[in-house]
């Protein structure tokens, strides 16, 4: 729930049962106040103010983070499965994109005008994301239903600022297209984490150890996720 106390400053609110105190989180330059059940909105925007000063620095670090990323992202190429890849933006006859597996080509077509052409740019990216995306994942998805003998009715992509994937009730899951851009090992972990959700719909030890009868390197594939979401996400 999308919450405003004052017109500078917009917060997600999420409240938890577990919660015993309330939390704050700036995450891909967004906040979010983590709060209990009965914790009173006077109480909550109290909190805010109180810790103004600690959110502003963190939006404007994380801001800075994200302006290098673009940045060295455009010096360095683009990343796939962990690794670079070069790419290079011109005007052609036709918008689209061109992949050798080695170096990514993005067009702009003649009706495009100049000053739309680093948006067409950014939509042939994504567009090439996605098909990367779901390329790879429907590979290693087969690899690991039949490993773990679980079978999901479909599989999907999105794009989200805070999960990276998801199962519902219908058996079906959903991965976040900028997971291809992390090593296939992390990917792998997230295929095996959604995949266990088909026989517990929950984080209980029954699930995790699921998991880690499969996948051996949970918690580093979880850190690695958690130090690079923001180059993820960008």
């Known amino acids: 729930m999308l919450q405003n106390f004052d017109t500078e400053l917009n917060y997600t609110l999420v409240r938890s049962p577990r919660r015993k105190r309330l939390a704050l989180q700036v995450k891909a330059g967004e906040l979010y106040v983590r709060a209990t059940p009965y914790c009173r909105q006077p109480e909550i925007d109290a909190f805010i103010r109180l810790k103004r000063g600690w959110i502003r620095q963190q939006m404007q670090w994380q801001q800075r983070q994200l302006r290098l990323l673009a940045i ?13 890849v070069p790419v290079q933006c011109m005007p052609a006859s036709h918008s689209g994109f061109v992949f050798d597996g080695q170096q990514l080509l993005l067009y702009a077509g003649p009706r495009v005008r100049p000053e739309r ?14 098909q990367q995306a779901v390329s790879w994942i429907e590979q290693r998805l087969a690899y690991w239903q ?3 003998q679980l079978q999901c009715r479909r ?3 999105k794009s989200w600022r805070r999960r ?14 900028h997971l291809v851009k992390a090593p296939s090992w ?3 972990y997230v295929l095996v984490h959604e995949l266990a959700h088909l026989k517990w719909m929950d984080h209980s030890a029954d699930f995790w150890h699921l998991v880690r009868s499969h996948y051996s390197e949970v918690d580093a594939a979880r850190e690695w996720l958690k130090l690079h979401h923001l180059r993820l996400l960008s």
């Open 146 to 148: 039949q490993r773990m």
């Open 155 to 157: 599989f999907f992509v």
């Open 164 to 177: 990276w994937g998801c199962c519902n009730s219908n058996q079906e899951l959903g991965f976040n297209w």
């Open 186 to 188: 992390v990917i792998d």
């Open 72 to 84: 060295e992202t455009a010096e360095q190429g683009l990343w796939l499965l962990g690794k670079r």
């Open 117 to 130: 052409r680093e948006q067409s740019y950014q939509q042939q990216l994504t567009s090439w994301y996605q």
